[in-house]
């Protein structure tokens, strides 16, 4: 696996790391990557949509958009799904070699 697919998939498996913490709450993408940075893992807000888009595509979380009270400004929020549980526990030996866990 070339550095730069390796260093993709190590940010998608630190996604589902935050939403698993955050199960069975809903995780915004601003919180998603502040907790990349912390982990030293900065990443650019359309890389992040990137990442939840293909983790969706495969199952291992939903989205959705939520607004403010207030405001007209909707927020993406990711959540885990079932499947990105299993992912995540290495049920049913699922592996995948886009997430790094």
Do not use: W
């Not at 550095?3 to 993408?29: D, Q």
């Not at 405001?71 to 049920?91: H, Q």
């Amino acid at each position: 696996m070339s550095v730069l697919l390796e260093r993709h998939a190590v940010k998608r498996g630190e996604i589902l790391r935050i939403l698993l913490a955050e199960h069975p709450e809903f995780v915004s993408t601003k919180i998603i990557r502040n907790c990349l940075d912390n982990s030293g893992l900065p990443t650019e807000e359309t890389s992040i949509l990137s990442y939840l888009v293909y983790l969706e595509d495969k199952g291992y979380i939903r989205t959705q958009r939520k607004r403010g009270e207030r405001s007209r400004i909707s927020i993406l929020m990711a959540g885990l799904t079932a499947m990105g549980i299993d992912l995540m526990d290495g049920a049913n030996s699922l592996q995948d070699e886009g997430v790094a866990l």
